[in-house]
């Protein structure tokens, strides 16, 4: 790449970079595997970065990658491994931890939803896609989003249970 086209990417990593790492974590719940997927999602994005005529298009193509990069490491044999060790320590809460415990839980519950509808629940709601955007970003139709979505939804709420009731204050 020419000296303008390397500043115009490392201009749009220092803007991005954040954003990407943080959807990367709401999709594997997991901030080390998250840093991964946002490198290799940088990555491909550099090796492409004189193909992509539209800078417009930049946020969709990271989305996009950074979606099959996730939904892919998960399908690989050795990430259906799973430790054994039970933890059995209890921690309470204190209250002005309440934001912070939601959002904990919210995450947990994510990793129990399968990896498709976890990275369509993070595209429609907490990055704000619609869903032809979101079908767009994943490479799907759209009735494929608005499905996945349904059992993702599903999924999530049969999971968290009553575990957001029990971090709600009394009264």
């Not at 004189?50 to 946020?59: E, H």
């Not at 950074?66 to 309470?92: G, K, N, Q």
Request: net charge positive.
């Amino acid at each position: 790449m020419d000296e303008a086209s390397e500043r115009e990417f490392a201009d749009y990593f220092r803007a991005r970079r954040e954003m990407v790492r943080r959807t990367a974590y709401m999709m594997c719940g997991d901030w080390h595997k998250a840093d991964d997927h946002a490198q290799a999602a940088f990555v491909a994005l550099h090796r492409n970065w004189r193909k992509i005529r539209d800078p417009g298009a930049l946020d969709g193509w990271m989305r996009r990658t950074l979606t099959r990069s996730v939904i892919d490491e998960s399908r690989r044999p050795w990430r259906r491994e799973r430790s054994t060790a039970e933890h059995t320590d209890v921690i309470a809460i204190p209250p002005a931890a309440d934001a912070m415990a939601t959002r904990q839980v919210l995450v947990d519950g994510l990793r129990t939803v399968p990896p498709r509808q976890r990275a369509v629940l993070v595209l429609r709601f907490f990055e704000g896609l619609d869903v032809a955007e979101t079908a767009k970003a994943m490479g799907c139709s759209e009735g494929t989003v608005k499905s996945q979505t349904a059992r993702g939804l599903e999924a999530l709420r049969s999971s968290l249970g009553d575990a957001l009731d029990d971090l709600r204050p009394a009264g």
